[in-house]
């Protein structure tokens, strides 16, 4: 989080709201933002963080044995240079998963103790780091999935040949799994998929805490996901910096008894940006006018929309196949997070989409990188790059278009430094060559 940003943890503690973060911190590493949340045990996916994460409440299980549990988290011996599973046998406790839970429960059962919990309102973000790599999973779950039961998703063979774009081949040559037996990639599937319903009971857990303490009716909860995962879609695992439906379509639930809308889908295009400006409006509190995002539609009696927009890169140079290249092989996750700084900041790629189209285009990119253009309709698995098919020249033009008002509506975001433009690859460390 950028200096002088305002954010909603700020927005809370002016309201009167005590605050509060249990798991991962994507976001915060300035003090005085970290000074904005009262309560706060941070948890990530390779485990506890050190003591001085910790505030406002002790952690409901021994340290030691959850250290103890996340051993095994560490010590997963790859299947490939793409693949790491493992089934385990901790006590299921003692897993970051049930650790985040039980803390969030009893983060819940103290609130609803205190004599005036109507005038101490509280706004805690619970952020589950699972699922994700290296993928890990209590045996009593991996059970529930046995390998032999997991679909695999549609592939096609050239996907990756010269009409796809250039980052898109890169980010494939990295993590493709072609040199995988089907046995591994069925086993690393079905281990993330235990790893989610263990999520999901815990949400469970904490759903029944609120109605179990009388709180149910006045807390708004939201559950949704930072971004999804490669699970054999386009041939690959893990994730990347493309805009696949894997990758940015994500879950997104709302519920307050009384105020929202009860077994209500809405088809309506929105982001992740547009969860706070909704809470600020639930909650009574003015939206700040810097905000992107908008109300949801549905939750609250803001229009529907029917598109919707992404963006990644802060105008880097190019990562090019040459530059992967100079890096070590076999290539696989050290090799994604050796380039990951630099596959971050390259160009400025925007994304429109709606029910049937998805457009990609990056205006720095090189001239003869492609764009990319999918029917969602034809192809929801968007294997097809239609974006040089002249029968479509009308749909770009028209979602061109809309980028263009969005990226004048928005403007650009703040200059975000890039690495060193020193180039050498040795350890899984890689600096790309600056080009003029």
Known sequence: MPEGVTHVYGIWKSAGYTTGLIGKNHCFDRQEDIDLIDVRGELWHRGLMDESTLKGMEWVRLVEKVKAAEVGRADIKRQSPRIAHAITDFPEEDYGTAVITAQTERYLEDHAAQDNRVDNPFALWVSYPDPHE??????????????????????????????????????????????????????????????????????????????????????????????????????????????????????????????????????????????VPTLLQ??????????????????????????????????????????????????????????????????????????????????????????????????????????????????IAGLSARLDAWRAETGDGPVVPLPEPEHYATGGNFRPRVRR
């Not at 086993?187 to 179990?212: C, N």
């Not at 076999?330 to 994304?351: F, K, N, V």
């Not at 969602?376 to 002249?390: F, M, S």
Request: aromatic share 8%; net charge negative.
């Open 134 to 275: 290296p993928y890990e999973a209590p045996r009593r779950y991996a059970e529930m999935f046995p390998p032999e039961s997991i679909d695999l998703p549609p592939s096609r063979d050239g996907e990756f040949d010269e009409s796809s774009p250039e980052r898109n081949r890169i980010l494939h040559r990295i993590l493709g799994l072609s040199g995988d037996s089907e046995d591994d990639i069925r086993r690393a599937i079905s281990v993330y998929y235990a790893m989610t319903r263990f999520v999901d009971d815990g949400i469970g857990r904490i759903l029944d805490t609120l109605e179990r303490t009388g709180l149910r009716d006045e807390t708004i909860v939201v559950f949704t996901a930072d971004h999804g995962d490669f699970m054999g879609e386009h041939d690959m695992i893990v994730k990347g910096g493309v805009f696949y439906d894997c990758l940015v379509r994500v879950p997104l639930i709302v519920s307050w008894p009384g105020h929202v809308p009860q077994d209500a889908r809405d088809e309506s295009m929105v982001s992740t940006i547009d969860i």
């Open 282 to 395: 639930l909650q009574g509190i003015d939206v700040p006018s810097e905000f992107w995002g908008e109300p949801l539609p549905t939750v609250t009696d803001a229009e529907p929309r029917d598109a919707v927009f992404s963006e990644y890169g802060s105008g880097g140079p190019p990562f090019t196949m040459g530059d992967l290249e100079a890096m070590p092989e076999p290539y696989g996750y050290e090799t994604l997070i050796g380039s990951l700084q630099w596959r971050e900041a390259e160009g400025d790629r925007r994304m429109v989409r709606t029910s049937r189209w998805k457009y990609v285009h990056d205006p720095l990119a090189p001239p003869e990188e492609l764009d990319e253009l999918y029917d969602l309709e034809a192809d929801p698995a968007e294997l097809t790059n239609v974006a040089a098919n002249p029968a479509n020249a009308k749909v």
